[in-house]
């Protein structure tokens, strides 16, 4: 069942509907309910290897559906720690659970500053209320 | 600017119950209501309805109808009797195919042909230049709607016999009067249901209160690639000829009609390239116009939701086309395994 739509107020979000959720030098990784809702049922991720490095702004991966593919845009600049499996395996838990169970990878942020130029929820819904 | 895009009667149901609308064929159609996954498997376990009113119907009538169309299609018309249908081709002069069909035969000289709404104009026109004295041929599309009730419980919903495969017959469905085919795009039992055009919402309210699952183009697209029926555009194309297609069955070689003579020289000396169903054998959905490594090119592609798998239908060189036989097929510069299976890649455990 598709989750109803929501943008968490602690989550930091770009513009091509991506978010990240900052624990230290660390952040976690994953697409909008604007972003899974526009694909439709996600049915693969092409994640990254551990280890890769992954830029602010550039693809990190790719999620696709029936219908279409769609790059996944790095928020952050840093180097890939985990790769969530259950996104991997089941990548319907994306639309099911999209800033929870359907996380997509872990990074350890590169240039922490980077954070400081993302949107806030207030700013993403503005983004979204112009598409 | 856009152009604008055409509406089927149903356009205002299809808005109303909240489906995702996109153009298609120069319409404006509903590719999934739910989702294109429970869609899908609705007709594969139960029973969902499309609106296909954008495809075309031309009539072919007249004295001469039925040596027009044995001139002009693959098939072979005269073993038609009234109430049967057949899946044909309309070929050009060098065995390419201008567009796949079914042909009802309604009466003596009375033929109607249900074409694709891609290809509703460039039917039209092939055969209306080509028309012979004694025949005339109409579009009518815009006096139709047409809706497809598919799986293996329509009939009974619907409260309807079973009757064979590709044949029709008027009937009258909750108050509206239907012509009942039995042919669809799925693989599944099922009819099409064709009704004047001002009864095409009663007609598809009817369905839905039968407990259709209102369906749309996507599960349209995924349902018919995993009986491998090619689409047209992209599968078969004014390029590509019926042998190379694997459509030969639906070809009488031994009758004249346009390209024959080609038709029956790709059959003689052996297509150069075949058109072939595969399954992925990594995780990757393969997608129209990606490159298979030593030649060739997917022509539809998806994944599939009953082998929940990328799964779909390629041109290879013939020596390299046999069941079993591994692919490598360039999915966005990466190689990623498939293997060529036997038509179709889904059949249903029984």
Known sequence: ?131 | MEATLKRTPLYTRHVEAGARMVPFAGWEMPVQYEGVIPEHRAVRTDCGAFDVSHMGQLHVDGPSALDFLQGMLSNDVARLADGDAQYTLLTNERGGIVDDLIVYRLGHGRFLLVVNASNRAPAYEWLKDREIPGTDVRDASDEYGLVAVQGPRSLERLGLEETPAFTHRMGELDGVEVMVSRTGYTGELGVELCCAEDDTPALWDAVLARGAVACGLGARDTLRLEVCYPLHGNDITQETDAISAGLGWACNLDKDFTGVEELRRVRDEGPEQRLVPFVMEEKAVPRQGMPVAGGGEVTSGTHSPMLDRGIGMAYVPAERAAPESELTIDVRGKPRQARIVKKPIYRKET
């Open chain 1, 1 to 131: 069942m598709a989750a109803a739509e929501s943008y968490p107020d602690e989550l930091k979000y770009h513009p091509e509907h991506d978010w990240a959720r900052v624990e230290g030098d660390e952040a976690v990784l994953g697409v909008t309910w604007f972003a899974q809702d526009a694909l439709g049922e996600l049915v693969h991720f092409e994640a990254p290897e551990v280890g890769a490095t992954v830029s602010k702004d550039a693809a990190y991966g790719e999620v696709e559906s029936v219908k279409a593919v769609s790059d996944v845009i790095s928020p952050l600049s840093g180097e890939v720690l985990e790769v969530n499996p259950r996104a991997v395996d089941e990548p319907e838990v994306v639309n099911d659970d999209p800033y929870g169970d359907g996380w997509l990878i872990r990074i350890r942020m590169s240039d922490t500053s980077e954070v400081d130029v993302l949107l806030d929820v207030a700013a993403y819904k503005a983004h979204i209320a112009e598409q």
